[in-house]
């Protein structure tokens, strides 16, 4: 790996490579290792200045997104300015929500709308903020060791940063049981419903990035995007270990029949799901507990989010997204969620409802409001 040039700020080390072909390739490490590389709006701001100079530059040909250390490409998004803004003010629409989440967002945004390859190393922990990076990469790898998921549900919130476009494109009603369950997908889970589109082993990093370097760039992105998908398809037929048999192909038909219905049916059939069937498949005993546990305006929420369908644009999804999120930063569970899981870490939240059944719709109704007018709103989305 031949490295041309290296500047970095607190949490984000950038890099360019340089090729055979005379491009360069650009390098964007996530650099909290510590904190399992989860996203905070200097990375993201980082990030968005940085990959818009790679976007204008003729010389970069392709980008890679990678994190720091093996457990995690990213964790999320480092939501604890959130959390006390929304304590401070509850009830508020806060500065920090809206400014976070509208940042975060906009980057995504630019990913799904980069022309030029963009490549994500998906390997280890990729969660939340870090799955919205990954979505909108164009060349998204998951490893052996990827362990990857939307936990929205345990901390009041919902699966965002693309989720109502990305979850509403899985294979029958998986994107619903991701939403609900927050189930941890290993690489060939990703592989499955489109997370991932490519898988390498975690040893054959530096390979990619050596091999990435002997490609003949040019300024015809569409033949880069073909050259680098043929390379990635090569390398993966050489993996040691290879891709395994996912537990979501195996069992679409029964999450099919288990996430069918109306949100109250949905809850009482796993919540009534046979102990046998449960000790015959610790993913899914595992999957319930977790959904059984979340925040019910959660799942309420994630079952309305996969009522949208297919018709929104990205940019439409992601002007939606901005105002539920900060929706339920400021009157959902979102506050106590995050304070039961990383302020006070007791994992015994008091959501707002005690079931499903108990929500009321005019409360979901008034999450799913924008709180701005169109002529307001904070995302100025232009690919």
Known sequence: MTTNSNTQSNSVVFQTLGTLSGKQIGVATLNIEKALNALNIEMVQSLT?????????????????????????????????????????????????????????????????????????GDGIVMGGGLGLMAGASHRVVTEHSRIAMPEVTIGLYPDVGGSYFLNRMPGKSGLFLGMTAYNMNGADAHYVGIGNHYLNRDDKELLYDAMATIDWSDDKALNHEMLHALIDDMQADCKTPLAESQLRVNQTQIDELMSGDLPAIVERVSSLDSEIKEAQPWLAKACKVMLAGSPISLALVHKQAQLGTDMTLAEVFKFELGLSVNCCAKADFAEGVRALLIDKDRNPNWLYKDVASVPNELLVSLMQSPWDENDHPLRLQS
Not at 67 to 73: I, L, M
Not at 83 to 105: C, I, K, L, M
């Open 49 to 121: 200045q940085q990959l818009t100079t790679w976007r204008d530059d003729n010389s970069i040909a392709a980008v890679v997104l990678d994190g720091a250390g093996e457990k995690a490409f990213c964790a999320g998004g480092d939501v604890r300015a959130i959390y006390h803004a929304a304590v401070a003010t509850p009830g508020v629409v806060t500065a920090q929500a809206t400014d976070f989440f509208s940042q975060e967002y906009q980057l995504d945004y630019l990913l799904h709308t980069f022309a030029k390859p963009i490549v994500v190393w």
